[in-house]
């Protein structure tokens, strides 16, 4: 039984890198690229009333002129600020900004680890237009995964527009057409409407956990999907260590704590949390971590 439940894990895993990515995925965004993402004071940053996100709903919140802003270059008008669990595991977010009367928020998204640092930003060409669906309305929407570094408890959302984006527009497609795409009818020539965009509107946050999504969207089974951008890092330290000379192999006691943790993680099922210990036991020098993790997953088939 144990091998056919591995199997079809390993089957699902390669039928989903063979799915060609979503529409709103910018393959040729790096999330961690922050080059070009504002400057924001720490203090300004501290000063902000970040929202608690609940998981099992989906959070709205309404921009207005009214409503919390930054003084900040590259950023105009309202900002909407969230706190996200970081102890759950992976976190699928997905953000959509709806289309009112001709008009819509282009959203970027500056993401920031529990002692509020820059770690990826998506600018508003992250998030392309979406048609309306049966429940949903027109839209700019795109989907972020995020895997937290081991030992945060928060991270952060920063969602705000910017000048250029105020400068520019998002062509919609014409309800008319949708109407004769979806029927098989003649789609009619007509133009299609267009949306400004404006300092306020309406988002949508949806954050879903998964401390076991490593398994099939992850780089184990080479997935062509897009990766998770890790939040934050545990190990400032032992990382500059390791960036200026090789690791020194570890002590016989905590190359046994990673081991015995690396095998009880996969034998829970916990494989994302297996791989973030083994990641952390060869960031410090270990030579077995890999070896365990290899053997632990082909023990559980």
Known sequence: MKKKTLSALCLSAALLASLAL??????????QDLSAAPTIPTASLQRLSWQPVDTSRVQSTLLTQGGTQLNVAGISGPVAAYSL??????????LSSEVAHNQVFAPNVL????NLRP???????????????????DRLEGVMKLT???????????????????????????PAKAYARGTGHAVPDIPDPIARHGLEGKIKLKVSTSSASSILVGPLFGSSGPTPVT???????????ARTAPAAPLVDDTESY????????????????AL?????????????ARKTFISSVKGKG
């Open 85 to 94: 669990p970081a102890n759950q595991g992976e976190l699928t977010v997905t």
């Open 148 to 174: 937290p570094a081991l030992g945060q408890q928060k991270i952060y959302l920063l969602v705000f527009t910017t000048a250029q984006d105020l400068s520019q527009t998002t062509t919609l497609v014409d």
């Open 111 to 114: 993401v920031l680890d529990e």
């Open 22 to 31: 979503p529409a709103y995925a910018d393959i040729n965004l790096v999330p």
């Open 119 to 137: 770690a990826a930003w998506f600018p508003s060409r992250f998030f392309s237009y979406q048609q309306p669906g049966v429940m949903s309305a």
């Open 231 to 241: 939040v934050g890092n545990t190990q400032p330290v032992a990382q500059a260590a």
């Open 276 to 288: 973030k210990l083994l990641d952390e036991a060869e960031r410090l020098g270990s030579t077995s």
């Open 258 to 273: 990673f081991n015995q943790s690396i095998r009880q993680a996969v034998d829970q099922g916990n494989i994302d949390k």
